[in-house]
């Protein structure tokens, strides 16, 4: 009961899920380019991400499985993340990571088969859409997080092998993702090479794969005329 209240709670708050979701992930990559690399950065980029997972957890709940699924990834997610930068614990943030990089996987491939539904395409539709392309980049952002704490020196930053904390993962991961090219951040390990290759492919396939799928919503022209005829 509880949880069924809380679930329709959120819904009523993030009425529009994927727009809302949408915004959060583009506040998330404001964030990450304007705010400084210091202690209060830190905790301003990590009260985004809780807004990030609140709205998650919303786009995805829509029914009370899918809600209780997004909730058991959300909380340990936040957990680990409040304990690995209140202890300054990489274990606990490499942690937090991972539940965090489950967590969006599951919630793209949910947006996913919700856009493509044989349906009419409506606005949230196309929001949901965008929100799953920019869910990609962070999911791989956490993606290269990882491979970076069992990995160490799997990246180049700015010419020295360094570590990649999650602002530097998101940048590279949107880099990849639009197919941008290495510039500042370059992989050296397999395991980094390899997920930047999967991830370009995947940003490649899904735009190619949305425009067939917004152009099959709409019947071609002829057709409409001979319907008329």
Same mark, same amino acid.
């Given at each position: 009961?509880?949880?069924?209240?809380?679930?329709?709670?959120?819904?009523?708050?993030?009425?529009?899920?994927?727009?809302?979701?949408?915004?959060? @992930?583009?506040?998330? /990559?404001?964030? *990450?380019?304007? %705010? !400084? #690399?210091?202690?209060?950065?830190? =905790?301003? +980029?990590?009260?985004?991400?809780?807004?990030?997972?609140?709205?998650?957890?919303?786009?995805?709940?829509?029914?009370? @499985?899918?809600?209780? /699924?997004?909730? *058991?990834?959300? %909380? !340990? #997610?936040?957990?680990?993340?409040? =304990?690995? +930068?209140w202890?300054?614990?990489?274990?606990?943030?490499?942690?937090?990571?991972?539940?965090?990089?489950?967590?969006?996987?599951?919630?793209?491939?949910?947006?996913?088969?919700? %856009?493509?539904?044989?349906?009419?395409?409506?606005?949230?539709?196309?929001?949901?859409?965008?929100?799953?392309?920019?869910?990609?980049?962070?999911?791989?952002?956490?993606?290269?997080?990882?491979?970076?704490?069992?990995?160490p020196?799997?990246y180049?930053?700015?010419?020295?092998?360094?570590?990649?904390?999650?602002?530097?993962a998101?940048?590279?991961s949107?880099?990849?993702l639009?197919?941008?090219?290495?510039?500042d951040?370059?992989?050296?390990?397999?395991?980094?090479?390899?997920?930047?290759?999967?991830?370009?492919?995947?940003?490649?396939l899904?735009?190619?794969?949305?425009?067939?799928?917004?152009?099959?919503v709409?019947?071609?022209?002829?057709?409409?005329?001979?319907?008329?005829?």
């Amino acid at each position: 009961m509880a949880l069924r209240t809380t679930r329709d709670a959120l819904s009523r708050i993030f009425y529009q899920r994927c727009f809302w979701l949408f915004v959060v @992930l583009l506040t998330l /990559i404001g964030a *990450v380019s304007f %705010v !400084p #690399a210091s202690d209060s950065g830190r =905790l301003v +980029l990590n009260v985004v991400n809780m807004f990030l997972l609140i709205a998650t957890v919303a786009a995805v709940g829509r029914t009370t @499985l899918s809600f209780v /699924i997004a909730l *058991v990834l959300a %909380v !340990p #997610a936040m957990w680990f993340q409040y =304990l690995g +930068l209140w202890h300054d614990d990489d274990r606990s943030l490499a942690i937090s990571w991972i539940f965090s990089a489950v967590l969006y996987f599951i919630t793209v491939v949910y947006l996913l088969r919700y %856009v493509f539904q044989p349906r009419i395409m409506t606005p949230d539709k196309l929001f949901g859409a965008a929100a799953a392309y920019l869910l990609i980049g962070v999911l791989w952002a956490y993606i290269y997080a990882s491979i970076g704490f069992f990995y160490p020196g799997s990246y180049m930053i700015v010419g020295q092998s360094g570590r990649l904390v999650y602002a530097d993962a998101l940048y590279f991961s949107i880099t990849v993702l639009t197919s941008t090219g290495f510039g500042d951040i370059t992989p050296l390990t397999r395991p980094a090479r390899g997920m930047c290759m999967v991830e370009q492919i995947t940003g490649s396939l899904f735009v190619a794969i949305l425009i067939a799928r917004l152009a099959g919503v709409y019947p071609p022209r002829e057709s409409y005329t001979d319907r008329k005829s």
